[in-house]
């Protein structure tokens, strides 16, 4: 398996593969309309940066995203995953853009702006990871301001989803929390807009 990602890397640096995504095209034509103008940005969950390069590339020219990922090492304590991002933020050259949080996301609140115009949460997926998030990042929203967060609704391309905490949360807390209103639903993509 660690095999495959170091292989993976060497493919990325030699342009034979394409970063990896959980993101679909729809999802990310969304992200890009959404975080478009936005000054100030945070993305927790960067993976290979594949939505960092989106959302670096639509904030405004002089924006910050704070990309949060802890970015778990395996058996060889390295992180192939992180190299692909830092690869790609730098060949979309969206480096200089983008500062990478090398922790968990609760761990990672001091280190953000206390207000911000965007954020797209596609980290911890289970109950408790997604209302830990809920709870803290929800509030460094601003007023007009929004969050996506993906894997917050069943995709009709991929049922199996059903059982991610992620979904069961949406249903039972954000949605009706008095605070925020729903824009519209992409894929498995849930936009929510700070009214309050
Ligand atoms: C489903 S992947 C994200 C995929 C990415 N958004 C994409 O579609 O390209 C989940 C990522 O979230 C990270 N992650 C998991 N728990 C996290 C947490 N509590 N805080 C920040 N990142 C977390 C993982 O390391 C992983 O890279």
Not at 43 to 61: C, D, R
Not at 172 to 181: C, L
Request: aromatic share 10%; glycine share 8%.
């Amino acid at each position: 398996m660690r095999g495959l990602e170091l292989l993976h890397l060497v493919k990325y640096f030699f342009k034979v593969d394409a970063p990896n995504t959980q993101t679909s095209k729809n999802e990310r034509a969304a992200i890009e309309r959404y975080a478009k103008d936005a000054n100030l940005a945070i993305e927790i969950g960067v993976f290979e940066g594949v939505n960092t390069v989106v959302i670096g590339q639509h904030i405004k020219p002089a924006g910050k995203l704070y990309g949060i990922d802890p970015f778990f090492k395996g058996k060889l304590g390295v992180c192939f995953h992180k190299y692909v991002a830092k690869l790609n933020l730098k060949r979309h050259k969206v480096n200089k853009k983008v500062v990478l949080i090398e922790k968990l996301s609760g761990d990672a609140i001091s280190d953000v702006p206390a207000s911000c115009d965007f954020i797209f949460i596609d980290g911890d997926h289970s109950y408790d990871g997604i209302k830990k998030d809920w709870e803290q990042y929800s509030l460094k929203v601003r007023p007009g301001g929004i969050i996506a967060l993906h894997d917050t609704t069943v995709p009709e391309f991929d049922p199996g989803r059903v059982a991610l905490g992620s979904i069961a949360f949406f249903k039972d807390v954000i949605v009706h929390d008095k605070s925020f209103e729903k824009v519209e639903t992409i894929d498995s993509l849930n936009i929510m807009r700070r009214i309050s």
